[in-house]
T-cell receptor, first 115, second 111 residues
């Protein structure tokens, strides 16, 4: 898991504010995945991106959530108008994409608390 | 039916004993199977991957896969206090770029 950088590690927001979570993949990796882990729950897939492309967003809530992975810079998961139910740990993972087998390298996560 | 189920509650084992964790999955098209370890407040860390029926050993860890029964397990031999963590089972379908995770099993190794 070394090399996948996420920030901020902890984020506190009040209801209605916006949260932006950033992820820089491991060096040499061009595929980024976002997962959410609610308290006492397993990891839930949210979105899979390659540079400038959203490949699979089947796990993203239909409203308030968006993700991007621009040509330059980190991937960003954006949550607008946060609610208490958004409080969770958000993990980013990356892979090289070559001969993908499902092995993912996770970052340390961003823990969002909504007051 | 959940995609990946890990139904056992917290598992307490004495140091040096074998910890056994089980996982079932619902999608018969699943091709890749993984065990991740997650310490409290930390990120998941891949410890085992298995792709074909049978056993795969790596140090003190053994993964077992039975595709006919849609069942994958993890054995931890000679359990150490440092093995105390939550173990997540994950499954991937070929051509699908998302992992489906179970809720995890907490293991506590008692010195």
């Amino acid at each position: 898991n070394a090399g996948v950088m996420q920030n901020p590690r902890h984020l506190v927001r009040r209801r209605g504010q916006e949260a932006r979570l950033r992820c820089s993949p491991m060096k040499g990796h061009s595929h980024v995945y976002w997962y959410r882990q609610l308290p006492e729950e397993g990891l839930k897939f949210m979105v899979y991106l390659q540079k400038e492309n959203i490949i699979d967003e089947s796990g993203m809530p239909k409203e308030r959530f968006s993700a991007e992975f621009p040509k330059e810079g980190p991937s960003i998961l954006r949550i607008q108008q946060v609610v208490r139910g958004d409080s969770a740990a958000y993990f980013c993972a990356s892979s090289s994409g070559t001969g993908y087998t499902g092995e993912l390298f996770f970052g340390e996560g961003s823990r969002l608390t909504v007051l | 039916q959940k995609e990946v189920e890990q139904n056992s509650g917290p598992l307490s084992v004495p140091e040096g004993a074998i910890a056994s964790l089980n996982c079932t999955y619902s999608d018969r098209g699943s091709q890749s199977f993984f065990w991740y370890r997650q310490y409290s407040g930390k990120s998941p860390e891949l410890i085992m991957s298995i792709y074909s029926n049978g056993d795969k050993e790596d140090g003190r860890f053994t993964a077992q896969l039975n595709k006919a029964s849609q069942y994958v397990s993890l054995l931890i031999r000679d359990s150490q206090p440092s093995d105390s963590a939550t173990y997540l089972c994950a499954v991937n379908r070929e051509g699908n770029n998302r992992l489906a995770f179970g809720k995890g099993n907490q293991v506590v190794v008692i010195p």
